[in-house]
């Protein structure tokens, strides 16, 4: 019951803690880094970007114990700690990052940044820059006038950040999700700047199968008449096109395990008497994904969201044009952490990197019923591993 208490926050706030603890004494406060002209992979060039960010730990003298945590595809930089001693849940890695922690803050400055195009566009935790924004050339929102942006823009974000605070080198690049997609290309991006990188529930690059159903998660929003080709209000969004994604998003994220217990718990069952009766009745089971959907939207942008999905679906470690070209330049040590139950970026996909990365690469298996989920609400069942491999020296 309590893990199922924690999918429900993941779900609903995209945070969430188990295990130790939260760290009664790690207070964060987000940080805004802002930037002019900011070239993207694709050429085009943004006349402002601003994305915030938040730390724990202290830099050393030397800036030599630097980690960054890049994050999945719905958070945000909010990897560990509270903004307030009161807040109800802890950033959603607090079960591994903190003092005496697998990522211990007593000897590491762990970094996180707010992605570009972030989906939580309207939180007041977050700072991006991306379709909800403001274009300054227009004074009006950006919608899909907004260039395309990929995997490698979020590293470059991140890595004028780090140039900010006089970071030219990271002890590890750590990330589950659309952030092992970020880890991993930081590795083949800027190999002399990488020590390790550490992949969790991820992949080495989008393939056939994978941008197939990304595409799927775009369409409710793009069918949802409020959309409007992305022109539309902020008090007017497409909610139901973006409640049926999230829909799409979390059942895939999740196994049939985990729904069969669910609708066990809501005492679910086929021949449900309103679904019998009337066509427009839904079973419990899919009330309750609906409900879970519903609780994320206020505070998320749909356009926001159909950019994410192009630039998971444009990845490819190294933005080459083939993994294996693309990871010629990774000379970190790695460790990915697939989840046996994944059946959103299934374990094949950690496989394929793993095995271009040869005996420089660890891989370590994520067990349990939560799938893709495994990888934020259950990756400390890999702690010790994690701290070995930070605490490892490399050449």
């Known amino acids: 019951m309590y893990k199922f208490a924690l999918i429900w926050l993941v779900l609903c706030l995209s945070t969430v803690t188990e295990g130790k603890p939260a760290s009664e004494n790690l207070l964060v406060e987000k940080q805004i880094f802002t930037t002019h002209q900011f070239e993207l992979f694709n050429g085009k060039v943004l006349p402002e970007v601003k994305v915030g960010w938040e730390s724990y730990g202290k830099l050393n003298a030397d800036k030599s114990n630097a980690i960054l945590v890049t994050h999945y595809f719905t958070g945000t930089s909010h990897a560990a700690g509270k903004y307030h001693s009161d807040d109800e849940t802890a950033g959603y890695w607090d079960a591994i990052i903190g003092p005496g922690k697998a990522i211990d803050t007593n000897r590491y400055f762990v970094v996180s940044v707010d992605s570009l195009a972030n989906i939580n566009a309207y939180d007041e935790n977050v700072v991006t820059t991306g379709p909800a924004s403001i274009n300054p050339q227009t004074n009006q929102p950006w919608g899909l006038d907004f ?42 991006a800027y190999p002399e700047q990488v020590k390790r990188v550490i992949s969790v529930i991820g992949s080495g690059e989008s393939d056939a199968w994978t941008t197939a159903m990304l595409e799927q998660w775009t369409l409710p929003i793009k069918l949802d008449p409020k959309w409007n080709n992305g022109n539309y209000a902020k008090d007017h969004p497409p909610v139901e096109g973006l409640v049926a994604s999230l829909m ?38 899919v009330n309750w994904l609906k409900q879970r959907a519903a609780s994320r939207t206020e505070k998320m942008d749909a356009n926001s969201l159909l950019y994410l999905a192009r630039a998971c679906q444009l990845y490819v470690a190294g933005h080459q044009h083939s993994l294996k070209k693309g990871l010629k330049r990774v000379t970190a040590p790695s460790l990915f952490l697939p989840s046996e139950s994944d059946l959103l970026l299934m374990p094949y996909l950690a496989e394929g990197p793993h095995q271009l990365l040869n005996q420089s690469s660890k891989l370590l298996t994520l067990e349990g019923q939560f799938g893709h989920l495994e990888g934020v609400v259950n990756v400390q069942q890999h702690a010790e591993a994690i701290t070995t491999f930070l605490n490892n020296p490399v050449r």
């Open 248 to 285: 799409l998003i979390t059942q895939q994220a999740l196994t049939p395990a985990f729904f069969n217990n669910q609708g066990n718990m809501l005492s679910y069952a086929p021949l449900e008497r309103g679904p019998l009766n009337d066509i427009n009745m839904s079973h419990t089971i």
């Open 147 to 188: 260039p395309v942006v990929t995997i490698r823009d979020f590293v470059n974000i991140q890595k004028a950040v780090l140039q900010s605070l006089g970071i030219e080198t990271l002890h590890a690049v750590i990330g589950p999700s659309m952030g092992s997609m970020q880890a991993l290309d930081w590795a083949a």
